[in-house]
T-cell receptor
Framework: RKEVEQDPGPFNVPEGATVAFNCTYS??????FFWYRQDCRKEPKLLMS???SGNEDGRFTAQLNRASQYISLLIRDSKLSDSATYLC???????????FGTGTRLKVLA | EAGVTQFPSHSVIEKGQTVTLRCDPI?????LYWYRRVMGKEIKFLLH????????ESGMPNNRFLAERTGGTYSTLKVQPAELEDSGVYFC????????????FGEGSRLTVL
């Protein structure tokens, strides 16, 4: 089983739609969680950290469910510019190693 | 302030040759990471430096890969001799301090081994 798993997609959604991605992690002692965004042939960039209580940044909402060992990302009112690959990243407890999921591709269609 | 810079952006070499990739982290960032993305796969951890010390090199594929970080500043990743399966994009990332937090990535070095 992979340490961090994501549905690779692609998720094709119309502009204005709401879309949600989940990511599961295998190590119950994992302590820090992030969503990164990667555009085609570019480097990953931090979208948002994921806090235990959940957090929101504009149209983006991240949630953490420790009991079920997953994190989620909700994007409301999708824009064409949201088209990208969304990477789930988990910091392994007791280390400074960051583990990446394969990413979920999102295509927002006009 | 300059971000993480990597050189070269793209390298094409033949199997058996040597390639050295360089990463200049953001100034003052003690933590430096190397990652690799092979086509169709996830971004995989290679190793982690704190200043000039290797903290974790558990992701290094084999002894054909050698990473150094001279004086705790820039880092190099040498592949010698290169094999076909080494092709991919090598990302460098850095972050400050001791707490976990955002990784700042360079644009990557694309390696093609023919």
């Amino acid at each position: 089983r992979k340490e961090v798993e994501q549905d690779p997609g692609p998720f094709n959604v119309p502009e204005g739609a709401t879309v949600a991605f989940n990511c599961t992690y295998s190590n119950s002692a994992s302590q820090s969680f992030f969503w990164y965004r990667q555009d085609c042939r570019k480097e990953p960039k931090l979208l948002m950290s994921v806090y235990s209580s959940g957090n929101e940044d504009g149209r983006f909402t991240a949630q953490l469910n420790r009991a079920s060992q997953y994190i989620s990302l909700l994007i409301r009112d999708s824009k064409l510019s949201d088209s990208a690959t969304y990477l789930c990243v988990v910091n392994m407890a007791g280390t400074y190693k960051y583990i990446f999921g394969t990413g979920t591709r999102l295509k927002v269609l006009a | 302030e300059a971000g993480v810079t990597q050189f070269p952006s793209h390298s094409v070499i033949e199997k058996g040759q040597t390639v050295t990739l360089r990463c200049d982290p953001i100034s003052g960032h003690d933590n430096l990471y190397w990652y690799r993305r092979v086509m169709g796969k996830e971004i995989k951890f290679l190793l982690h430096f704190v200043k000039e010390s290797k903290q974790d090199e558990s992701g290094m594929p084999n002894n054909r890969f050698l990473a150094e970080r001279t004086g705790g500043t820039y880092s190099t990743l040498k592949v010698q001799p290169a094999e076909l399966e080494d092709s991919g994009v090598y990302f460098c990332a850095s972050r400050p301090g001791h707490e976990t937090g955002e990784l700042f990535f360079g644009e990557g070095s694309r390696l093609t081994v023919l």
